[in-house]
Structures are given as C-alpha cells and as structure tokens.
C-alpha cells in the first residue's frame, strides 16, 4: 500500500546497509488467504502478523538478519533509537547464553492473556524467531490464541513466552502511545484503550 510504501521511505534510508528490508508487498501471495484478508484488524491481523513470522524464519531470510523489528505501518520510528537497544543487547549475558530474547513494552493484557502492547513495535531476536516459528502446530496455535484475545502484540508475546521459552523484556525506549503519553493502566485489565481505532 502506499503507507507501507511512504513508511519505508521516511526511515529506513537512516538505517545501515547491512539491514535487511523484508517487504510484505514482495510476496502478496502468502498473505492472500480468505482469513488474513478478513480485514486489519483481530483475527486478520494475526493471520497476517503469524505468516509473516513465517517467513521471516524461512531459511532464505533467517540467515540475513539478526534482529527484526515488528511495526504498523503508521508508528514513527526513530533509527537511532532502534540502534541503542540492539547494541546494548549485542554484548548482553542473555545472548551470550543463547536464549531466545524479544524486546518491547510489556503490560497489555486481554483477558488471561498478557503480553506486548505493540504501537512502538517491539524487537524479536532470530533465535527467538526461529524456536517460536518451530514449534509444533504454531500458526494453529497462534490463530487459537487470537480468537480470545484478538491483539497480534499480545498474541505474539504469549505465544513467544508460552510455546517457545522466549524470554521477554521491556525497554522503555519504545513507546507505545507516543512520548510523554502515561501508561494506560486500565489496559492491564484487558479492557480497549480509549485511542484504540477498532
């Protein structure tokens, strides 16, 4: 679309070389499923967020990256910014242990389900990636969890956490609703922010 078009103009010409762009426009095919379709939104968003995990791991793609960083096509993002958490993270004890890590704002929660809350994006490191993407039935168990709690940001981190022994951390670099905005902590509750354009 012309936002994912806009969005990749605007701020990936500030990042290095040696990243790689994995545009969903480059494979329409993989995300044309009646499900995904559906709308951008619940279950369709997590249709489209799980195959894109997917693919991501595909070993075509796992070998080109180390990091990927998960966004809407509307966040702003600041390079920079981005930079700073993967480079304090570059010489971190946890990957030095080889665990699995992804990196967002934790605290969103949508009934028994708690997990990211995604509009500052949130990073997944390739071994994270990879042992989430590996587990057994993930797409049937990722679209499962979507049907109770209908937020791709939650779904991910739960699954992530739950399936895959991922360990999940906060970084409060990312923010979700915007600098200077407070935490909503109604949302630890499960309830719909008020800003939320469903």
């Not at 499923?33 to 894109?52: D, F, K, S």
Request: glycine fraction near 8%; charged fraction near 20%; hydrophobic fraction near 35%.
């Amino acid at each position: 679309s012309a936002d994912i078009a806009s969005s990749t103009i605007n701020w990936t010409d500030e990042l290095a070389r040696n990243v790689t762009q994995l545009s969903l426009l480059d494979v329409p095919s993989f995300f044309s499923t009646p499900q995904c379709m559906h709308n951008n939104h619940g279950m369709g968003l997590c249709c489209q967020e799980a195959r894109a995990l997917l693919l991501a791991s595909h070993e075509a793609y796992l070998r080109e990256f180390e990091w990927i960083f998960v966004i809407d096509e509307d966040v702003f993002v600041y390079p920079k910014g981005i930079r700073q958490i993967v480079d304090s993270m570059s010489s971190s004890s946890i990957l030095k242990r080889e665990v699995p890590l992804s990196i967002g704002t934790l605290g969103c929660a949508h009934g028994k389900y708690v997990g990211f809350c995604g509009g500052g994006g949130y990073l997944i490191h390739r071994s994270a990636l990879a042992a989430t993407t590996a587990v057994d039935g993930f797409y049937d168990k990722y679209m499962n969890v979507c049907e109770e709690a209908p937020y791709c940001d939650i779904v991910t981190a739960h699954v992530m956490e739950q399936y895959a022994n991922v360990t999940l951390m906060s970084d409060s670099r990312l923010h979700p609703w915007g600098i200077g905005r407070p935490f909503p902590q109604h949302l630890c509750e499960g309830e719909v922010d008020e800003y939320d354009d469903q």
